[in-house]
C-alpha cells in the first residue's frame, strides 16, 4: 500500500499567487480530511469529505480556501490569492469506517511558504 | 463541547528514563481514543489506540489504558529511546454523528544519549 500522496512536497510563491496542493488518498478510503499545522495554532481541521462530498468546511479560513474532490483517488487545496499568513504545513490524511474505529491515516505534508 | 487536553511540553528526558504523557478528555458519548506521533519533517502516524473503557493500546512498547471514570488516556513507556524523540498527540474520535477526530495541542519530546 502506497499510503496517502501528497504533492509538492514543498512550494514556495510570492504573495497574491494561486497554490494548488493535491492528494491522493489510500485506495478504498471514503473519508479525506485537510488538516493546517503551524507553531502558533497547532493541528487545525480545515474541511473533510466522504465519498467525494464536502462534509464540514467549517474549519476553512476565509474565502480565499477552496477544495475539491472530483473523484475517489484524488482532492486538491487552492489558496487565491494567497498571503504570508498562510505559510504552514498542510497535511491530508485518509480513514475508512470500520466498525468502530476511525484512525486517520496522513500523508507526508505541504511545506507551504508565502513570501 | 467534545475536547482533548493534554501536557505542555517539551518534555526532556535521558536515554531509559520512564516517560508519562498525560491526556484527559471531554466527550459526549463513548469516544475512540488514540495516540499518534509525528516524527520530524513526517506526518502523523497512529501510535495506538483503544476503543472502550478498560482497554489497553500497546506499540513499540508505549501503552495507554482508556480510563472512563477519570477520562483519561495517558501514554507510558518504561525506557525511552533517542529514536523516540518526536511530537506525541492524544486524539479522540466520536463513534456517533460526524467523522472527526479532536486532536490535542501534542506534546514535544526529546530524548538525550
Known amino acids: 500500500d502506497a499510503g496517502v500522496i501528497q504533492s509538492p512536497r514543498h512550494e514556495v510563491t510570492e504573495m497574491g499567487q494561486e497554490v494548488t496542493l493535491r492528494c491522493k488518498p489510500i485506495?478504498?478510503?471514503?473519508?479525506l480530511f485537510w488538516y493546517r499545522q503551524t507553531m502558533m495554532r497547532g493541528l487545525e481541521l480545515l474541511i473533510y469529505?466522504?465519498?467525494?462530498?464536502?462534509?464540514?468546511d467549517s474549519g476553512m479560513p476565509e474565502d480565499r480556501f477552496s477544495a475539491k474532490m472530483p473523484n475517489a483517488s484524488f482532492s486538491t487545496l487552492k489558496i487565491q490569492p494567497s498571503e504570508p499568513r498562510d505559510s504552514a504545513v498542510y497535511f491530508c490524511?485518509?480513514?475508512?469506517?470500520?466498525?468502530?474505529?476511525?484512525?486517520?491515516?496522513f500523508g507526508p505534508g505541504t511545506r507551504l511558504t508565502v513570501t | 463541547g467534545d475536547s482533548v487536553t493534554q501536557m505542555e511540553g517539551p518534555v526532556t528526558l535521558s536515554e531509559e528514563a520512564f516517560l508519562t504523557i498525560n491526556c484527559t478528555y471531554t466527550?459526549?458519548?463513548?469516544?475512540?481514543l488514540f495516540w499518534y506521533v509525528q516524527y520530524p519533517g513526517e506526518g502523523l502516524q497512529l501510535l495506538l489506540k483503544?476503543?472502550?473503557?478498560?482497554d489497553k493500546g500497546s506499540n513499540k512498547g508505549f501503552e495507554a489504558t482508556y480510563r472512563k471514570e477519570t477520562t483519561s488516556f495517558h501514554l507510558e513507556k518504561g525506557s525511552v529511546q533517542v529514536s523516540d524523540s518526536a511530537v506525541y498527540f492524544c486524539?479522540?474520535?466520536?463513534?456517533?454523528?460526524?467523522?472527526?477526530?479532536?486532536f490535542g495541542a501534542g506534546t514535544r519530546l526529546f530524548v538525550k544519549a
Open positions: 485506495s478504498g478510503h471514503d473519508y
Open positions: 490524511a485518509s480513514s475508512s469506517y470500520r466498525g468502530l474505529v476511525r484512525e486517520q491515516y
Open positions: 486524539a479522540l474520535s466520536l463513534n456517533t454523528g460526524g467523522f472527526k477526530t479532536i
Open positions: 466527550a459526549t458519548g463513548y469516544p475512540s
Open positions: 469529505f466522504n465519498n467525494n462530498v464536502p462534509i464540514d
Open positions: 483503544a476503543t472502550k473503557a478498560d
